[in-house]
T-cell receptor, first 113, second 112 residues
Framework: KAGVTQTPRYLIKTRGQQVTLSCSPI?????VSWYQQTPGQGLQFLFEYFSETQRNKGNFPGRFSGRQFSNSRSEMNVSTLELGDSALYLCASSRDGVNEKLFFGSGTQLSVL | SQQGEEDPQALSIQEGENATMNCSYKTSINNLQWYRQNSGRGLVHLILIRSNEREKHSGRLRVTLDTSKKSSSLLITASRAADTASYFC????????????FGQGTRLTINP
């Protein structure tokens, strides 16, 4: 089975721009969640989708949004980028959520200049 | 604030020695999971232990869970250079969102 695939691996943007990150989960997994990792704040939950519905959202501003498609692939979007958005963005998938182990992708390293 | 607090923040040992990392949390959990992260990469799942379990093993890994003390420990026996990584505990709450709450992690260095 192919693992969780995140694209792109690296991104460099400037303040004010927007960015879209993509995540393809493991085949058969319907839950996709997103986490932001920074040296200062550690791993923070962004949101979780299951069968195209957002089930949960973390404490991030509305500039952070996401969606999930019928094939379970997910995208997250950050608009009006700020310097503090520089982080490693990790996507994880599972069949049904956090009652089982999550499979993480390699992440997208976003740098905002 | 983080649900999980990990201790120590950094640990450096010689190859072949055992490494123990501890995790404490604040609220009731459904399960607790341990993950490993090599520098700048994604997280790799190690062990999931449910709230009604006290101990689990996987190869050289042993995880314990004490729900009365709201704490868990990860023991890596006979460490190898390849075990050098950051280790995170993560909790899934009983009453809460479908999310994992991560600790700040323990940076483990195995010296040859």
């Amino acid at each position: 089975k192919a693992g969780v695939t995140q694209t792109p691996r690296y991104l460099i943007k400037t303040r004010g721009q927007q960015v879209t990150l993509s995540c393809s989960p493991i085949s058969g997994h319907r839950s996709v969640s997103w986490y932001q990792q920074t040296p200062g704040q550690g791993l923070q939950f962004l949101f979780e989708y299951f069968s195209e519905t957002q089930r949960n959202k973390g404490n991030f501003p509305g500039r952070f949004s996401g969606r999930q498609f019928s094939n379970s692939r997910s995208e997250m979007n950050v608009s009006t980028l700020e310097l503090g958005d520089s982080a490693l963005y990790l996507c994880a998938s599972s069949r049904d959520g956090v009652n089982e182990k999550l499979f993480f992708g390699s992440g997208t390293q976003l740098s905002v200049l | 604030s983080q649900q999980g607090e990990e201790d120590p923040q950094a640990l450096s040992i010689q190859e072949g020695e055992n490494a123990t990392m501890n995790c404490s949390y604040k609220t009731s959990i459904n399960n607790l999971q341990w993950y490993r992260q090599n520098s700048g990469r994604g997280l790799v799942h190690l062990i999931l232990i449910r709230s009604n379990e006290r101990e689990k093993h996987s190869g050289r890994l042993r995880v314990t869970l004490d729900t009365s003390k709201k704490s868990s420990s990860l023991l890596i026996t006979a460490s190898r250079a390849a075990d050098t990584a950051s280790y995170f505990c993560a909790t899934a709450l009983i009453q809460g969102a479908q999310k994992l709450v991560f600790g700040q992690g323990t940076r483990l260095t195995i010296n040859p």
